[in-house]
Structures are given as structure tokens and as C-alpha cells.
């Protein structure tokens, strides 16, 4: 397992349990955050059903990582190059993302000195762009930065929530086609807790609190799996619409604790690798039985034809 440990400073001064909102005002709500599958969502009659249509609301900023450079900026979005990070701007629009597979996102939300309204920040990060180079962190961690102390200049002190969300932990020994070897996946697996550690580090430095890890990375490594998310602003809740749901990669934690999930995330893939070995035995001699049974009633048959013909 994959075990790294945070700094003594950094597990002293993490005092603050966001899980429980201890860093908010009296009565301001945080963020929650719903997780399921498409189907568990089909019934919504609102906020999910429009992250594949983002275009028929003007009041949605789609945060694209997969748009150009040019048009990014040209929108006020934070960007370093096509396929690198997206930071939104800090307003009252609701947010959508899609297709955070190895991705990592962030949301703010806050509630404005002068309107009283919220207004919310989301991202969508390659960790493999940001962890890859230091010019690339700083640049990363310097437009965050700015975008997380323009929120804090507009809100009202003690309303601010975080929170972060996605990932992908290789937790088998094959991450589809594109990598072969347990190298590779240890690989992914340093750059999901670095992903997670080095962001948190960083709020934690601009906010004076730990974000909330929404929900840990997905472990089913084979084919698409991806997140697609939608931010109601308004009314500070996150939809996370995930391939698979009801595990522990559900579970929200904070990230002082991700040594323990990450051992969680390994048990229970392990669990399940082990039914699957068992099912497919089970099938298996199951076919071996019915195959023979066909092969002795084929062979009854012959003998049968057999003496039939000799009298």
C-alpha cells in the first residue's frame, strides 16, 4: 500500500474538523454533496439532467477541459495549456464538468459581502500535467491562489466551504491498455495522494482549514470511468454522477486521513478481486460438468445407434 505522512506541523495545526462545518458560521450551510450512477439521477427532474446540455442555460459555466486555450481565456477561465487545468471564475453561476477520470476537482462556495448571494469557484486538474514539472505546480497553485483570494476578499468571513472530488486509484495489476506493468499503476496511485495532499496543503495554507475529501477515487480501472459533476450555486450542493456507487470510494474524509481510506480502497478491491477469482471457478467447473454431461449423452447415443443397427 502506498503510505505517505504529513508534515507534524501540518497534523498540529489541522485543529478545525471540517467534517463537522467547525470552520463556519452559525447557521451557513456547507456544501453536500450527492453521489450515484446516471440511473439513480434519471428521475431528477433539474440539476443532472443538464450536464450534457450546458449550452441551453446561460446561468451554467461549463468548466471544459477539453476546450482550447484560446477560448478558455478569451471566457475569463484560468488555463495553462489544452488538456493541462481549468479554474472557473468566482461568480454566482452554477458549474458543470465532465469526464474527471484521472482528474481532480475543487469547489468554493461563499456568500458575497454585497449581494448576499453565493458565488462559487470549480476546477477540473490533470495531476499528471501539475505533479510532472515545477513550473507547471507553481503556475497551477499561483492561478488558485489568485482565484481563492479574490473569493476571500467578496465573502463574508466564516461562509467559505471547500471541498474536493475525483481521481483515479490503479489498484489492479493492469490499467486498461495504455499501461501494462505494476510500475505504471503505483504511479497513479503516488499521483492521486499527491494530487489530493499538495491541493489540501494549499488551501489549508489560503483558507486556514482542511477541504473535505467529497469522495475518494475510482477503482474500477477497466474501460471508461469517468465523473461528470454538476455545482448548483445557489444552493451550495454538488452532484457527482459516477460509473460505480454504495462503496467505500463514497466515503468522505478529510485529508489528514487518506492514509487510512487508501487502505480501505485496497481491502475492498481486494475482497471483490477475490469473489470474482471464485465466481469465475465456480463457473468454470460448472461448464466443465455440463460439457461432460453433453459429451456422455452424445456418447450414450452412439452406443445406442450402435447396437441397434448390429441386430
Not at 433539474?46 to 477560448?71: C, F, L, Q, S, T
Not at 496543503?201 to 459533476?229: A, C, H, Q, R, W
Request: one cysteine or more; aromatic letters at 10%.
Amino acid at each position: 500500500m502506498l503510505e505517505k505522512n504529513l508534515s507534524s506541523e501540518k497534523m498540529e495545526e489541522r485543529e478545525i474538523n471540517t467534517l463537522k462545518s467547525e470552520h463556519l458560521n452559525e447557521g451557513v450551510k456547507p456544501i453536500i454533496f450527492c453521489v450515484g450512477t446516471i440511473q439513480d439521477f434519471q428521475n431528477d427532474p433539474g440539476p443532472v439532467r443538464k450536464i450534457d446540455r450546458p449550452g441551453d442555460d446561460e446561468n451554467i459555466a461549463n468548466v471544459d477541459y477539453w476546450a482550447k486555450h484560446k477560448k478558455l481565456i478569451s471566457e475569463n477561465f484560468k488555463n495553462a495549456k489544452y488538456q493541462s487545468y481549468v479554474i472557473s471564475p468566482a461568480d454566482e453561476k452554477n458549474k458543470i464538468s465532465k469526464s474527471y477520470r484521472d482528474c481532480t476537482g475543487v469547489v468554493l462556495s461563499g456568500i458575497d459581502k454585497e449581494t448576499n448571494k453565493a458565488i462559487s469557484i470549480l476546477t477540473h486538474q490533470d495531476p499528471t500535467y501539475f505533479l510532472a514539472d515545477e513550473s507547471h505546480a507553481n503556475k497551477f497553485f499561483s492561478d488558485l491562489e489568485e482565484r481563492v483570494i479574490e473569493l476571500k476578499k467578496r465573502c463574508v468571513p466564516g461562509t467559505i466551504d471547500a471541498g474536493i472530488f475525483g481521481g483515479n486509484y490503479a489498484v489492479s495489476d493492469k490499467y486498461d491498455d495504455r499501461w501494462d506493468d505494476e510500475a505504471s499503476n503505483e504511479q497513479f496511485r503516488e499521483n492521486h495522494y499527491d494530487s489530493i495532499t499538495s491541493i489540501s496543503d494549499e488551501l489549508f495554507d489560503m483558507l486556514g482549514f482542511e477541504p473535505v475529501i467529497f469522495t475518494g477515487p475510482k477503482t474500477n480501472t477497466e474501460g471508461d470511468s469517468n465523473d461528470d459533476v454538476f455545482f448548483d450555486n445557489e444552493n451550495r450542493r454538488l452532484y457527482i454522477v459516477r460509473p460505480e456507487v454504495g462503496n467505500v470510494t463514497t466515503e468522505s474524509y478529510l485529508p489528514s486521513d487518506v492514509n487510512k481510506q487508501s487502505k480501505k480502497w485496497e481491502d475492498e478491491w481486494e475482497a471483490s478481486r477475490l469473489v470474482t477469482v471464485r465466481e469465475e471457478e465456480m463457473q468454470r467447473l460448472k461448464n466443465e460438468a455440463e460439457d461432460k454431461k453433453k459429451t456422455e449423452t452424445l456418447y450414450a447415443k452412439i452406443m445406442s445407434t450402435f447396437f441397434s443397427k448390429k441386430k
